[in-house]
């Protein structure tokens, strides 16, 4: 079964650094790109960043620019992020998205990120 799982979420205070990770499987899943999105109490979620599985090409939301990074491993089939200056907007439930090559992107149930103020 096709399936996407985030970790590392957790509560951090304003300023502070996080690493959130995310794993695709099976390990045979042909992946075209991987991409973060998160989504704030009350509000819609958004795209973070996104990482093509093949160029490495990394696409930001300005709100992340330079703040955010985006990094793979394509043998383990994981995607990572690391949050740095973390802001308290940026309290959210983030997801991750596996895009593979044939059908529609596969959605993990996200993890929860607080930043206190």
């Known amino acids: 079964q096709e399936q996407v799982v985030e970790s590392g979420g957790g509560f951090v205070e304003a300023g502070g650094s996080l690493r959130l990770s995310c794993l695709a499987s099976p390990r045979s899943l042909s992946i075209a790109d991987m991409a973060w999105s998160r989504q704030a109490p009350g509000k819609e979620r958004e795209f973070v960043d996104r990482?093509?599985?093949?160029?490495?090409?990394?696409n930001y939301a300005d709100d992340v620019k330079g703040r955010f990074t985006i990094s793979k491993d394509n043998a383990k089939n994981t995607v990572f992020l690391d949050m740095k200056s973390l802001k308290p907007e940026g309290t959210a439930i983030y997801y991750c998205n596996a895009k593979p090559l044939v059908g529609r992107g596969i959605w993990g149930q996200g993890t929860q990120v607080t930043v206190s103020s």
């Open positions: 990482i093509n599985w093949i160029s490495g090409s990394t």
